[in-house]
């Protein structure tokens, strides 16, 4: 059975920084690409960072750039997404996926998905 273990998430205030993790297991972890999503109440899902199988290619949502930064432990299966500083609209429920391989802007090739978890970051 494929899951993906998101954590990390809290209350945190603004200027604060915040390191999520992504566990993978049931699947082999160095052919897939792990996403990283968020959902604001309200608001449709986007994919935030991402970081490919082949040759570890980055992708950053252009807002969320300078300030999140996405890594693998390869040997943990694991994958983090630094936020540092956080600001207020960054408040969301964050999940992490897979998708074959490459990174990719179409969420249906996401496979499998995290469960979420909750950053709320106050002012």
């Known amino acids: 059975e494929v899951q993906l273990q998101a954590s990390g998430g809290g209350l945190v205030q603004a200027g604060g920084s915040l390191r999520l993790s992504c566990a993978a297991s049931g699947l082999t972890f160095e052919n897939y690409a792990i996403g990283w999503f968020r959902q604001a109440p309200g608001k449709e899902r986007e994919e935030i960072a991402c970081i490919s199988k082949t040759d570890g290619t980055l992708y950053y949502l252009d807002s969320v750039k300078g300030r999140f930064t996405i890594t693998k432990d390869a040997a943990k299966s694991t994958v983090y997404l630094q936020i540092n500083p956080l600001a207020p609209e960054d408040t969301a429920l964050y999940y992490c996926?897979?998708?074959?391989?490459?990174?990719?802007?179409?969420?249906?090739?996401?496979?499998?998905w995290g469960q979420g978890t909750q950053v709320t970051v106050s002012s």
């Open positions: 996926a897979s998708a074959p391989f490459f990174c990719t802007a179409q969420l249906g090739a996401f496979r499998f």
